[in-house]
T-cell receptor, first 110, second 116 residues
């Protein structure tokens, strides 16, 4: 599975958009980009995933560059409850393992 | 839907004892379950993959005799930490996937193990 690189930490003001970048330059054609988050001392929570098209759901938007070597997770209106570690994971389809990197610790501040 | 539970949520035990952690899929049948461990301020590390009715597949460096995994039914997997030592103290998290419907993984809330 391809490796991902994320900044270790980011701050965001409450109510503003949080844009979390992820580099996955070695991604292969059959690998999806997944995003999970983990609030302190809880299990990870699925956010969104995509292959090459941009995706949006009730939680977030995922923007994948045309060459698929990087992506951005967007939380449009961050709240204090969005404070968590966000993991970008590249995973093969059909049940590939989830290998967690170090993630980005997002702090949403009032 | 897609709820995964773990029991217990916290456990404290003495060195040398064995501890069993249960992972249940409450509203779906899980063909595959995964076990992770997480040290403070660190990321999740995949320990093993278990499929119902077959032996678990362990990741490199994980002792299969130390961490016994049983996936006896489509809704239950157990992780037993045998002869626990203080260095086994960690946050253990399971996940489950329905398989046929979707291969998305749903995570349990985790179990905090402290070995004295």
């Amino acid at each position: 599975d391809a490796k991902t690189t994320q900044p270790p930490s980011m701050d965001c003001a409450e109510g503003r958009a949080a844009n979390l970048p992820c580099n996955h330059s070695t991604i292969s054609g059959n690998e999806y980009v997944y995003w999970y988050r983990q609030i302190h001392s809880q299990g990870p929570q699925y956010i969104i995933h995509g292959l090459k098209n941009n995706e949006t759901n009730e939680m977030a938007s995922l923007i994948i560059t045309e060459d698929r070597k990087s992506s951005t997770l967007i939380l449009p209106h961050a709240t204090l409850r969005d404070t968590a570690v966000y993991y970008c994971i590249v995973r093969k389809n059909q049940g590939g393992k989830l290998i967690f990197g170090q993630g980005t610790e997002l702090s949403v501040k009032p | 839907g897609a709820v995964v539970s773990q029991h217990p949520s916290r456990v404290i035990c003495k060195s040398g004892t064995s501890v069993k952690i249960e992972c249940r899929s409450l509203d779906f049948q899980a063909t595959t379950m995964f076990w992770y461990r997480q040290f403070p301020k660190k990321s999740l590390m995949l320990m093993a993959t278990s499929n119902e009715g077959s032996k678990a597949t362990y990741e490199q460096g994980v002792e299969k005799d130390k961490f016994l995994i049983n996936h006896a039914s489509l809704t239950l997997s157990t992780l037993t930490v045998t002869s626990a030592h203080p260095e086994d103290s960690s946050f253990y998290i399971c996940s489950a996937t329905p398989g046929q419907v979707t291969d998305e993984q749903f995570f349990g809330p985790g179990t905090r193990l402290t070995v004295l």
